[in-house]
């Protein structure tokens, strides 16, 4: 799959405000760097957004901004090139093969992302990264929603869930997190699942993960709640700290009762709870 990289000079806290807005189209990976965003989408979806993207960037006055095509073949080579390993409170350490170990580490996940959002350098990810690896999982069915490269649903399993459903809208995603489980021996206990919500109707969780963004979690949540099983939790992120207000009041407007909040970079991760 050729992929086409959206190159906007831009600050960081507006390069923040321009992946959220970019997350509504078919873009799927974002990378920052001294220059600006870089946003990543499918070669034959961007027509389809093309006029709304550029009139989003005009609204932000926004300019400078330029499309690259970037072939298949070359992906590797790109994020080889842009991908240090993240390490999240001396607790889990997000790698490449090529880096080195981090044997101190108490979860040290090795990914290969290609086009899959979900490498831990993005503020959510790094989030539901914290999130995840601070709870105990023995014994739980989990969901990881949106999984793009699996790295929640292999830090799950390592938690010791019983099993835990990876679901994504695309395909490339649900092929790297199959590669991903299997890199990191998780694979007894990962189902890569490809699909959208309707993946999960009649299927129950003890928790669900769910990194994507704000209209999508809106529009889901009911889904989940549906899905989650009593005494459950919900864990959410892809949202600014400003949307945090609206994603609790739809929650509580379904019965599920606030827990917390954790924030990064002007980024949100929320906790709900299904009584």
């Known amino acids: 799959m050729n992929y086409i990289e959206l190159n906007i000079p831009c600050s960081d806290e507006m390069a923040e405000i321009l992946t959220a807005e970019l997350a509504e189209f078919p873009f799927d990976s974002f990378t920052t760097d001294q220059e600006g965003l870089k946003a990543y989408i499918p070669h034959e979806r961007l027509a389809d957004c093309h006029a709304e993207v550029e009139s989003m960037l005009a609204r932000y006055e926004v300019s400078g901004q330029r499309y690259i095509a970037i072939e298949t073949q070359n992906w590797n080579a790109l994020w080889e090139s842009n991908f240090p ?25 090795v990914i290969t992302p290609k086009m899959s959002f979900g490498t831990g350098h993005h503020a959510t990810t ?32 390592k938690c010791g869930a019983e099993s835990v459903d990876a679901v994504d809208i695309d395909d490339w995603a649900y092929e790297n997190c199959g590669e991903n489980c299997k890199e990191n021996g998780v694979e007894d206990k990962v189902n890569a699942i490809l699909g959208d919500v309707r993946a999960i109707s009649g299927k129950h969780y003890d928790t669900i993960l769910a990194n994507i963004n704000r209209n999508i979690l809106l529009g889901d949540m009911p889904a989940y709640y549906e899905s989650l099983n009593e005494g459950g939790e919900l864990i959410m992120s892809g949202i600014l700290e400003g949307d945090i207000a609206t994603i609790r009041e739809r929650a509580e407007g379904l019965g599920l009762t606030y827990i917390g909040q954790d924030l ?9 709870k299904k009584a």
């Open 85 to 109: 390993p993240v390490e999240v409170d001396g607790v889990v350490a997000i790698r490449a093969p090529f880096h080195e170990p981090y044997p101190t580490y108490r979860f040290d996940i």
């Open 126 to 157: 790094f989030l539901m990264s914290r999130a995840t690896a601070a709870r105990d999982f023995s014994g739980k069915r989990v969901l990881d929603m949106g999984s793009g490269t699996g790295v929640l649903a292999i830090i799950a399993a």
């Open 264 to 272: 990064k970079d002007g980024w949100a991760s929320v906790v709900v």
